[in-house]
Structure formats: C-alpha cells, structure tokens
C-alpha cells in the first residue's frame, strides 16, 4: 500500500520559526508621516499583505522541499515453497448416513483455510470418478463447488475408489512441485473394477505422491488393508475416524505434518517528490522578486 512520508519532516519548523521572526524580529525603521494618507496606507497595507503571503509560500515550498516527501510503497516478495495438494472425496449414497458427506465438507473447507499458498485439486467418486476441480490457487471456486456437491452427483450405488485414485494421479502429470500429496477419505470398498488397484498405485508412485488415506466409519466399513497398502505403498499414513472429532484431528495432523514453507521477502519502493515544492518555491520566489523590482525588464 502506498504512503505519501516526509523524510525529514522537522524542516517543517521552518515556516514556523520565519513567522515567529515576522512577528517578533520585525526590523526598526524611519518614517515619515504627512496628511491625508489614509489611501496611500491603503494601497501599501494590501501591497505588504501580498509580499508578506509570496514570502510565506515561498519559505513553505522550500520547506516542503528539503522535509523530501516520498512516496513508500511496500512490495512483498513470497517465495512460496507451497504443495499441490488433491483432495480425493467419497460421494456414494452410503456417506449420506448420519450426515457424513455434509461433515466432511465442513472439515475440508477448514483445511482449504489453511492452505493459503497450496495448489488443490478436487476428485469426487462414487459410481464412477471424476476430477470436479483440476490443481488450482483458486480455493474460493473449490469451496462455492463444495457447497454445492451432494451424496449423489456420481451415483450412490457403488465405490469407484481406484479409479478416483488413478484420475487423481494424472493432476500431476505435468507437475513440477516437489511436494504432491493426495488425501484420500472413503467409507466404502472398491466395488467396480474399471482400474486394478496395482495400476492406481504404480501410476502414484509414478508421480511421486504422497497418499494419506482415511477410513471413517464403524470397522469393516472400509478395507483397512487396501488403505494402508495405498499410504505405505505412497509414502503416506492410514487413519481411521469414526467421530467428528478424530476427523478434525486427522486433517489438522496432515496439515502439520505437510506444513508449507513460505518465505516473505519485504522491499520498500521509494518515489521522490521533491521537486514539485521546489519548482513551486522558485516560482513563487520569481514572482516576489519582479513584484519587489517592477523596474526590471521582464
């Protein structure tokens, strides 16, 4: 944001100290007195008030000019060392029991809060998979999605789980980062066979990314082995949550562990004015002297 600052806004005194002298410095002088000069003083009255003002602006331009005002306008510089992040969500009829799907909406949209300098993608799956929001630094589009995602939007009767997992992977088929996680949740097992799970793995391993896979629900729920596998497999974690509570835990746990390093760099832009005040100060300068002169040839 840009500051208009004096950087030596003491010599603001100066037109105070000229003043002060006006007042109290006045120099002693010989007069002549004579009669009827009530329109003589007149004219002289207005003609001091007129140079006393050209002084005064002078003096004050010149003042503003040596207190040097700048222009500060501060410039961040992050180097962002953020991670690109894919967010894998069950959406199948069996997470609308207790309001499942609506909880962990809540919760990821928590966690998109603080992921600031992250690129996120979203994959939803539940009959089939598809990618609802490729990477992105724009969270503000995932999160109006979430609001509007629902149990149902891919189908409520079967678990698409290694599909979602391999279309999930290729986000990062042009990635460059050094840091790629995936974070799986399901309350289900695969159940369609459209991509072998071996395949679903090599193709993560292939990118290298780090999978965390959740498992909520009541045990047998979900296949605990086939999770674990996946996160092992990755380089990741299996959790398992069957309340709210261990669900925010487990989020706040993966955004610790995965915590992004971000460097701010501060430079502070200076533009100099000074030379407005001092243009004004010589002209004001240029008209006191031919008004104290009108003798001289202009």
């Not at 959790?239 to 487990?250: C, E, G, P, Q, R």
Request: charged share 25%; with cysteine; glycine share 4%.
């Amino acid at each position: 944001m840009a500051n208009l600052v004096f950087e030596y806004p003491l010599w603001f005194l100066l037109p105070i100290l000229y003043l002060f002298c006006v007042k109290f410095c006045k120099p002693r002088s010989e007069a002549i007195y004579f009669p009827a000069s009530a329109m003589l003083q007149k004219t002289v009255k207005k003609r001091a008030i007129l140079v006393s003002f050209l002084k005064f602006l002078t003096v004050l331009s010149f003042s503003a000019a040596l207190a040097s005002p700048v222009i500060e306008d501060e410039l961040v510089v992050q180097n962002d060392k953020g991670y690109e992040i894919s967010l894998i969500m069950d959406a199948s009829g069996s997470m609308q029991e207790n309001n499942k799907f609506d909880i962990v909406k809540d919760i990821v949209e928590d966690f998109l809060r603080k992921r600031a300098h992250d690129k996120v993608g979203l994959t939803i799956f539940a009959d089939f998979a598809y990618v609802a929001v490729p990477l992105t630094y724009d969270k503000k589009s995932i999160k109006r999605l979430l609001k509007r995602l629902s149990v149902g939007v891919a189908g409520t009767q079967r678990t698409a789980l290694y599909e979602a997992l391999f279309l999930s992977s290729n986000l990062f088929k042009n990635s460059k980062s050094k840091n790629k996680i995936a974070i799986l949740l399901t309350d289900g097992m695969d159940n369609t066979s459209t991509i072998p799970l071996d395949i679903a793995v090599k193709t993560v391993q292939k990118y290298g990314i780090k999978v965390y896979t959740i498992g909520i629900g009541n045990p047998g729920d979900f296949n605990a082995r086939v999770l674990r596998y996946i996160a092992q497999k990755s380089g990741g974690k299996f959790f398992t949550a069957n309340s709210v509570a261990k669900l925010k835990a487990i989020y706040e746990t993966i955004d610790k562990l995965e915590k992004s390093e971000i460097k701010a760099d501060k430079y502070m832009k200076k533009s100099y004015y000074f030379q407005y005040p001092l243009s004004f100060g010589i002209f004001f300068l240029v008209i006191f002297f031919f008004y104290k002169n009108p003798g001289v040839k202009r």
